[in-house]
């Protein structure tokens, strides 16, 4: 499939971000953040990540209606583009030895929001930028050049930090930076190609006015059957995905030994669990248009309850390995064919209210999954538990998801 040049320029922009989700969020920032001597466990890192999700997911719908409104969409969408990568910096300045642990977690909280709330207009974009027809294999794309795309600073950040010592800051540091740069570099193509074409025409009081829409569209939300139905399924099954993306890292340092699983092997996994999605993505997006995005979504969903139960018995590396490709194999595609299913199904010049709902349901799902993995692991004391109390939201996803009709999109 021959792209256009905004279709690229978007796909872009998720090269650029996923060099956050994989570097800051499940690798880099886990890893410093336990260098605190104050700090009881990197586990506690899952109530920081679900006061971030509250935050952005309060401000999600409201955001979204306003950039409704024509030329308004990109404006959000660089803004916190802007806020994301500058605090992603700021996270560099913040070194251990401080012992300044807050002021490391409220630069990580601003970079979340920055990167979650910037992805709530570029989702929307992608009924701007693509035909129905091509949703699926678009937003596919996206995310598996995203994963390949992302190896590169990561690579980079991986290769600073063996040269500069495994147990030195600076090279988590500089890798920070990288990561900043990259995304930084990456988004402008998305700025400078990419133009809402889809929008609520002008009119007085628009933040009045964009008040009155969100409510009235939250009254009638359940009148949008189809929708409605989605956006529960995905709220819960979502929230499992989002959950193991970022607590991949503290879950398994907490669960092996320490001996059993430095800190370089464990970013090399990281980065192997990147070579896989990027493939298994696409492969999505190839089969969806076989088979259907319905089919395919189940299929991601089901891969992640199985892989649940592999955490749970894990003993080694290698089980590490072999969870990491099973994670791996489902993580893009599942979160590719959800976007663009739910693009497909809602009206497009209400485009950024809708992803507004999308996100706060999203966001509002991140919150439970971190927060009941450190949770049982307090009650229990043992981590290894922990994993098994997300199952039963994928179960419920998965469930709900299937009382959609088969021949939708």
Same mark, same amino acid.
């Given at each position: 499939m021959k792209l256009t040049k905004e279709e690229r320029s978007w796909i872009l922009y998720d090269c650029g971000n996923s060099a956050y989700s994989m570097a800051i969020t499940t690798a880099l920032l886990p890893i410093v953040f336990g260098m605190f001597d104050s700090v009881d466990s990197s586990m506690t890192l899952g109530y920081f990540n679900s006061i971030a999700s509250i935050i952005i997911a309060v401000l999600s719908p409201i955001l979204g209606t306003i950039a409704d409104y024509k030329d308004k969409k990109k404006r959000f969408f660089i803004f916190f583009a802007v806020l994301g990568i500058a605090?992603?910096?700021?996270?560099?300045?913040?070194?251990?030895? +401080?012992?300044?642990?807050?002021?490391?977690?409220?630069?990580?909280?601003?970079?979340?929001?920055?990167?979650?709330?910037?992805?709530?207009?570029?989702?929307?974009?992608?009924?701007?930028?693509?035909?129905?027809?091509?949703?699926?294999?678009?937003?596919?794309?996206?995310?598996?050049?995203?994963?390949?795309? +992302?190896?590169?600073?990561?690579?980079?950040?991986?290769? *600073?930090?063996?040269?500069?010592?495994?147990?030195?800051? *600076?090279g988590y540091q500089a890798g920070f930076i990288?990561?900043? *740069?990259?995304?930084?570099?990456?988004?402008?193509p998305m700025y400078r190609d990419v133009h809402q074409k889809h929008y609520v025409a002008p009119e007085p009081k628009p933040v009045k006015n964009s008040f009155k829409r969100l409510f009235q569209t939250f009254k009638n939300i359940r009148q949008y059957k189809v929708v409605f139905i989605f956006l529960i399924a995905y709220f819960f099954y979502i929230?499992?995905?989002?959950?193991?993306?970022?607590?991949?890292?503290?879950?398994?340092? +907490?669960?092996?030994?320490?001996?059993?699983?430095?800190?370089?092997?464990?970013?090399?996994?990281?980065?192997?669990?990147q070579l896989i999605a990027f493939p298994c993505a696409y492969l999505y997006g190839t089969l969806a248009k076989t088979y259907s995005s319905r089919a395919m979504i189940i299929t991601g969903i089901l891969t992640y309850i199985v892989a649940c139960i592999a955490a749970f018995f894990i003993t080694s590396v290698w089980h590490i390995f072999i969870l990491g490709a099973l994670i791996g194999s489902a993580q893009g595609g599942i979160q590719a064919l959800s976007r663009s299913y739910y693009a497909k199904i809602i009206p497009k010049a209400n485009a950024n209210e809708f992803f507004g709902f999308y996100n706060i349901f999203g966001k509002f799902a991140a919150i439970m999954g971190p927060a009941l993995m450190a949770l049982t692991t307090s009650l229990t004391g043992n981590a290894q538990y922990s994993i098994l109390a997300i199952i039963p939201l994928f179960i419920i996803g998965l469930t709900v998801f299937m009382t959609l009709p088969r021949d939708l999109v």
């Open positions: 605090a992603t910096v700021f996270l560099a300045v913040v070194p251990p030895e +401080s012992g300044q642990w807050q002021l490391l977690i409220l630069f990580y909280v601003l970079s979340s929001i920055g990167f979650a709330g910037a992805n709530i207009f570029y989702d929307a974009f992608l009924v701007d930028v693509t035909t129905d027809e091509r949703m699926d294999k678009v937003s596919t794309m996206g995310f598996a050049f995203g994963y390949i795309a +992302s190896v590169i600073p990561f690579g980079i950040s991986l290769l *600073l930090v063996l040269w500069l010592g495994m147990d030195q800051v *600076l990288v990561t900043a *740069l990259w995304w930084g570099l990456l988004t402008i929230d499992g995905v989002d959950t193991i993306i970022k607590m991949v890292v503290p879950y398994a340092t +907490s669960v092996l030994d320490a001996g059993a699983l430095d800190t370089f092997t464990l970013l090399g996994i990281l980065l192997v669990i």
